[in-house]
């Protein structure tokens, strides 16, 4: 599978050992543990790629929301994440995430080691091809059962069935909800509502005591969410990755002597300009032939009206969209491999069109987004570096 030649300045998602896919896999690798995904990763090769050494305590960390390219550029505010970055060096700390880069299609990928085309979770919102909705991952609505759509086995079920015991301190809300069942399940979910209290209950799940091989998977979810409210360039922003960054510094010296700490994040961030949007609803050359609009403003899934032929939808919206968007039929990035290998039952949820935002400009149907939720400075799901790029950051305690 090729991906297709993108405009400069963009980066191809992959799924290979150089991305996103490969963390947990490789984490099972380290924990001793023969497993290969459903494309193709292998534990060995993955552990190799990302030099991972022996563990039998692991923590990983996945700051959402936290690109390389962010940490970088306001590394002041993470001392702790910065000298792992050093230590590294920014090459070797790299990851490639999915696309589109949004937290459904991420965590999923991440969780299974594959890729949103054979898990099905294609982005913030989707058609649900049974019922012809628009479906919401995050919230799980329109959706049904988990296990309906994600098919994939998560590596985290897979090392807990081998008798490693795998934690994972979160909010109470997330107890159970579609997302976690379908991106990550296998863990035994333990409520902590603060992200000190996650940091405080994956300390007291890996200091248990016994023989037996320890995993947690510890979520920090607040980077993100207040660079959409706020900006990643914000002091707002700043002072959430410090918060994280002095927690994280707690753990690595809270844990037990030799655990492998990991952290990765599942995308970074952009600030939209909100000069350069483009709205479905009023739109002449958008709305014509469009039954609905999924995705997220950044990367879109353009469903055509029935008997539209969507390649007249895809026209227009090149045309009116010119260089601040790559437009592709289906077909097209499904070839190019923009969703890895797609599974049967997953391609009618992709986009007739499919559309990846450049530069920092933005599409939303004001039909269906809010007008604050079309005002968030903070955005990502395209193929710019500061939204694909991530960490893999680790340390041994």
Request: negative net charge.
């Amino acid at each position: 599978m090729t991906v297709l030649n993108l405009p400069d300045g963009l980066v191809a998602p992959s799924y290979d050992t150089t991305s996103l896919a490969a963390v947990m896999p490789a984490v099972a690798g380290a924990l001793g543990h023969d497993l290969t995904t459903a494309t193709g990763l292998t534990s060995a090769g993955c552990r190799t790629a990302l030099g991972l050494p022996d563990a039998d305590r692991v923590v990983v960390v996945l700051v959402d929301g936290l690109g390389i390219r962010n940490l970088a550029e306001r590394g002041g505010h993470a001392p702790f994440l910065r000298g792992l970055l050093r230590e590294r060096d920014e090459p070797a700390a790299t990851l490639t995430s999915s696309f589109p880069s949004t937290t459904a299609a991420g965590l999923s990928t991440f969780g299974t080691g594959t890729a949103p085309g054979r898990t099905g979770m294609l982005g913030y919102t989707q058609r649900n091809p049974a019922t012809g909705r628009l479906a919401s991952l995050v919230q799980w609505r329109e959706l049904g059962d988990p296990a309906d759509l994600q098919r994939e086995p998560t590596v985290f079920e897979t090392l807990a069935a081998a008798g490693t015991r795998v934690t994972a301190p979160g909010p109470g809300r997330f107890a159970g909800s579609g997302m976690t069942q379908a991106a990550l399940r296998g863990p035994a979910y333990v409520a902590a509502e603060t992200f000190e209290q996650r940091v405080d209950a994956t300390v007291t799940a890996l200091r248990q005591p016994g023989e037996a091989q320890r995993l947690v998977y510890l979520y920090q979810g607040d980077v993100d969410k207040t660079g959409h409210g706020h900006g990643w360039d914000s002091w707002q922003w700043g002072d959430a990755l410090e918060s994280t960054d002095r927690e994280l510094s707690r753990l690595m010296r809270s844990v037990p002597r030799g655990t492998l700490v990991v952290v990765t994040a599942d995308h970074g961030q952009i600030k939209a300009d909100l000069s350069t949007q483009w709205d479905v609803a009023s739109d002449p050359a958008l709305k014509p032939g469009v039954a609905l609009v999924g995705g997220e403003p950044r990367a879109l899934h353009v469903y055509a009206d029935q008997g539209t032929d969507p390649a007249d939808v895809a026209r227009r919206w090149a045309e009116r969209l010119g260089e601040h968007a790559v437009v592709l039929l289906r077909d097209d990035a499904v070839a190019g491999g923009w969703f890895g290998p797609v599974a049967e039952h997953v391609h009618p949820a992709i986009g007739d069109v499919v559309v990846a935002m450049t530069g920092a400009a933005t599409v939303v149907d004001s039909r269906v987004h809010s007008a604050n939720a079309r005002a968030l400075p903070g955005v990502h799901g395209s193929l710019t570096p500061h939204e694909m790029l991530v960490p893999l950051l680790t340390a041994v305690a």
